[in-house]
């Protein structure tokens, strides 16, 4: 399953609402589906899992939703420490393995 | 609080053999809910999940890495470890261990800070 993030760069205000799109080349399970947080010289930090379940220590301002093969990273409000890049991420069966989006660039405007 | 620690040269000639290992503290490598997997990410570029393995020595492998790849566990020092041979410039890359969740995507909830691992003669 290849997986399309889209817009590549997300160009956006502090206080604004970003909408992030994962889209994946074959329909498959959203308990499947986890989103994650890249900041430079960081490790991703997990955001979502099973498409909707925030992680632990998650703001609520992130949100996840989707099915089937389109998937949306919501975060309601940007506050100036959520600009980073965001990646989706698929676990497929058949063989078993993940797979990662090219990820989203969210920059401030 | 589960730490996970990256080790191993920064710096591998080509053509010779890549070896990382992962040190988890903080939690047992043998847990039944986990599994343990690497990930690589070239600068500037995006992630690339390399494989996967569980406390039992199971793994799993990139189709595209497969071949170069392996991946081993040890139980006793609560570590696992990577292998890539014939590496070229193209392996130069962050990599990263990862704890992932089994049972729910292998989604990677504890990761490593990274090491940056470049090839070059």
């Known amino acids: 399953i290849v997986l399309t993030q889209s817009p590549g760069t997300l160009s956006l205000s502090p206080g604004e609402r970003a909408t992030l799109s994962c889209r994946a080349s074959?329909?498959?399970?959203?308990?499947?589906l986890a989103w994650y947080q890249q900041k430079p010289g960081q490790a991703p930090r997990l955001l979502i899992y099973?498409?909707?379940s925030r992680a632990t220590g998650i703001p609520d301002r992130f949100s996840g939703s989707g099915s089937g093969t389109d998937f949306t990273l919501t975060i309601s409000r940007l506050e100036p420490e959520d600009f980073a890049v965001y990646y989706c991420?698929?676990?497929?069966?058949?063989?078993?393995?993940?797979?990662f989006g090219q990820g989203t660039r969210l920059e401030i405007k | 609080q589960l730490q996970l620690h990256e080790s191993g040269p920064g710096l591998v000639k080509p053509s010779e053999t890549l070896s990382l290992t992962c040190s988890v503290s903080?939690?047992?490598?043998?847990?039944?809910?986990?599994?343990w997997g690497w990930v690589r990410q070239p600068a500037g570029k995006g992630l690339e999940w390399i494989g996967t393995?569980?406390?039992?020595?199971?793994?799993y492998y990139n189709p595209s890495l497969k071949s170069r790849v392996t991946i081993a566990v040890d139980a006793s020092k609560n570590q696992f470890s990577l292998k890539v041979n014939s590496v070229t410039a193209a392996d130069t890359a962050m990599y990263y261990c990862?704890?992932?969740?089994?049972?729910?995507?292998?989604?990677?909830?504890?990761w490593g800070q990274g090491t940056l691992v470049t090839v070059s003669s």
């Open positions: 393995i569980y406390y039992s020595g199971t793994t």
């Open positions: 990862a704890r992932q969740v089994a049972g729910s995507g292998w989604y990677g909830d504890y």
């Open positions: 903080g939690g047992s490598i043998s847990s039944s809910d986990h599994f």
């Open positions: 991420q698929q676990y497929g069966f058949s063989p078993p393995g993940i797979t």
């Open positions: 099973g498409a909707s």
């Open positions: 074959h329909i498959f399970s959203s308990s499947y």
